[in-house]
């Protein structure tokens, strides 16, 4: 073309509103093409163990911090409107399930989105333009397989990760505020904790855990391999990033939820 654009591009730039429905063909592009490499290459254990380290260890001081403080809020603004009823007893109930099914996911998913999504994107960027994408295919390598693959596969297996140990810190900060503010018994708080729980409550929010994992990645890799107009490219790509991982995480819940409910 006469002015480097493909096609695509030239129609999304006339129409705005194509551009959603291009950019979500590329990611759907690109998920196929993970997947595929994801299943039929030899992953290298190497570069999935560091982003792993990446992801999941250097996200736990965050991811705790936010899940203390979640059930403590939590069991207190509900204890407090409970105790006025006499029905302080059920804050555990309360907290457990609320935890669970949706605060310690997507919480987490939201603080790993902003931390991880935006650290990939700035990555993938910066290499994407000083040109080392393009010295890894003149190599005859695969960036997809090189980039893509460990990241999205570090996150599938991190965040549910993470969401478990959420799940266990904020259950430990509601408890904390049960016994210091509400008057109730530890042995007390995680019996009427267990009583109300089921596996379903645990498995939902693994689950939503699971797709938003896959939000992240891939919308960060996207947008990472994309990025076009030097260091300015990297910061807009990078806000975009964030963006829609939050973005696809809340409206991905609401849809997960109403399928978890309904299974």
Partial sequence: MANGKRPMAGLAGSFPAASFFVTVGEIADLSIAAARHGVRTRRDVALVLEQLDQIGVKSLSIVNLTAVFMGMVLALQMGTFLAKFGAQIFVSRIVGVSLLRELAPVLTALMVGGRVGAGITAELGTMAVTEQIDAIRSLGADPVRKLVVPRVLALLIMLPLLTVIADAVGVAGGCLI???????????YFTTLLQALAFSDFASGVGKALFFA???????CHNGLNVRGGAD??????????????????I????????????
């Fill in 178 to 188: 049960a016994m210091t503010e509400l008057g109730l018994g530890a042995d007390f």
């Fill in 214 to 220: 896959y939000f992240i990645g891939i919308i960060a």
């Fill in 233 to 250: 490219g990297v910061g807009r790509a990078t806000t975009r990033t964030v963006v829609a991982a939050s973005v696809a995480v809340l």
């Fill in 252 to 263: 991905g819940d609401f849809f997960l939820s109403k399928i978890f409910l309904a299974l």
